[in-house]
């Protein structure tokens, strides 16, 4: 009977570890960070399996959200990565995310602080964080078709899913890959002389081969053709919208890649792609996006009724998407009318001293008004001088006009290079 009773003991040892890890989630939910990772480290000391490994995660994010990067990493990355693939593919997300935050934090430490190999992760340098950052990201790359297996809905333990647009990262390989390409472009420093070829990215296919020591736009680049090519629950918009990602990778981030030899040339077959992806893609998301980007494109170029057209065409189809109400707002600026007046000094009789600098305008009504600078200057300043009207206001300048009739009164019209163009007109009357 004795040895029954022992071995019931421990079997039910484990329980009171269950229960702190429930009740850190109770307090985790309600944002109570703090008392959660006192309930949580509970849970580590007394539990095993799947039990820990949620502990441990919520314990480190816990951290995390406390701002305490470095006890997040002390805690996570001694931990020997779990063999299940989903569960190895989480703690990856967590290793990355925690490594790129400390860098922010903690990464421009001075030399003296920095000890290299040493066990302390605070007094590790910054090569050998983005080192490992790196290797944790090449990682991910094996376990791709287990994560794009995964339903982001159903990672509601390891992802704040609250008031997010699930469509945007379908699955857990989506919201790796969207950090991983994240790091890679804005973050990561490629090696001198490695960057490629700007123009390899303007096509409907790539063909980069994605390696952990290429190039960080090679490797960005491959990362999405991979994500564009993937199966996968409800990712038809997600994989879409990757190869729009990819194609803008030059003109998004020029840093990364080396210049286009005829960047005007580069943007009309970008467009060209673009409005080719309009047609063929399968979800109106994608297709409002492709037809925005190709309207940017043209836009940068010059070419501003080819992109009000394009916005148009966008507005009309897929107006109610994101980039079709972000047309709606490219357009309205594009055909924005403008109007602002220079003046220079001169003798009488005045010739030429005014400019219109005006934009979707044909026409500019002019009234001239004869004025006496202490008839303007604000009180308590110098009288008779012509500077301190820089300082009239509006209000000041009405009530003037309301009791003056105009000296001269005339038509310019204006003729722009081009439609939706900025023109520099002289106002021609003489004072």
């Known amino acids: ?26 307090l985790f939910e309600k944002r109570l960070y703090q008392e ?18 949620k502990a441990v995660y919520r314990a480190a994010e816990s951290q995390a959200l406390l701002f305490r990067y470095a ?23 967590l290793r990355t995310e925690l490594a790129r935050e400390f860098l922010k934090q903690y990464g421009w430490a001075s030399p003296e602080d920095e000890e290299e190999g040493a066990k302390d992760l605070t007094k590790r340098t910054r090569e050998e964080w983005e ?67 700007a123009l390899s990215f303007v096509a409907p296919d790539y063909q980069g081969v994605y390696a952990a020591d290429a190039a960080a736009a090679v490797q960005a680049g491959a990362i999405f053709e991979e994500t564009a090519r993937m199966g996968g629950e409800d990712r038809q918009a997600v994989r879409e919208a990757a190869k729009i990602d990819r194609l803008m990778i ?16 580069a943007r009309k077959a970008a467009v060209s792609v673009l409005r080719g992806w309009m047609a063929s893609f399968a979800t109106d998301s994608a297709k ?51 109007l602002a007046v220079t003046g220079r000094f ?16 044909n026409k500019v009504y002019a009234r001239l008004y004869r004025v006496e600078p202490e ?27 309301a009791s003056r009739k105009p000296t001269a009164t005339f038509t310019v019209e204006i003729k722009p290079p081009a439609p939706y163009q900025h023109a520099q007109t002289p106002a021609t009357r003489r004072c």
């Not at 004795?2 to 429930?22: C, E, H, Q, R």
């Not at 001169?346 to 934009?359: A, C, E, V």
């Open 1 to 26: 009977m004795k040895n029954l009773l022992i071995a019931l003991s421990l079997f039910v040892a484990p329980a009171p570890a269950f229960a702190d890890l429930a009740k850190g989630d109770e």
């Open 36 to 53: 959660a990772l006192k309930e949580y480290e509970g849970a580590i000391a007394g539990s095993s399996g799947e039990e820990r490994w």
């Open 71 to 93: 006890e997040a990493a002390q805690r996570v990355f001694p931990e020997k990565l779990p063999s299940d693939p989903a569960w190895r593919g989480r703690f990856l997300i």
């Open 131 to 197: 080192k490992d950052l790196r290797y944790d990201y090449h990682q991910l790359w094996a376990l791709r078709k287990t994560l794009v297996a995964l339903p982001i809905r159903g990672e509601g333990y390891f992802v704040d899913l609250k008031d997010s647009d699930a469509s945007a990262t379908p699955t857990l390989w989506d919201l790796a890959a969207l950090r991983w390409t994240g790091y890679l472009l804005g973050e990561m420093t490629s090696k001198p002389g490695t960057n490629p070829p």
């Open 250 to 265: 030059p003109f998004r981030h020029a840093d990364n890649v080396t210049a286009f030899e005829d960047l005007s040339a």
């Open 288 to 338: 409002a996006e492709a037809g925005y980007e190709g309207a940017g494109l043209l836009r940068a170029e010059g070419l501003l009724a080819d992109a009000v057209a394009l916005c148009r065409i966008v507005e009309q189809n897929w107006g109610d998407e994101r980039s079709g109400k972000a047309c709606a707002k490219m357009r309205a600026q594009i055909e924005l009318p403008e």
């Open 346 to 361: 001169g003798p009488p009789p005045g010739k030429d001293i005014l400019t219109l600098s005006s934009r979707n305008l």
């Open 375 to 401: 008839e303007l200057t604000p009180r308590g300043r110098r009288e008779n001088d012509w500077s301190e009207l820089r300082g009239v206001d509006e209000e000041q300048v009405k009530s003037f006009l």
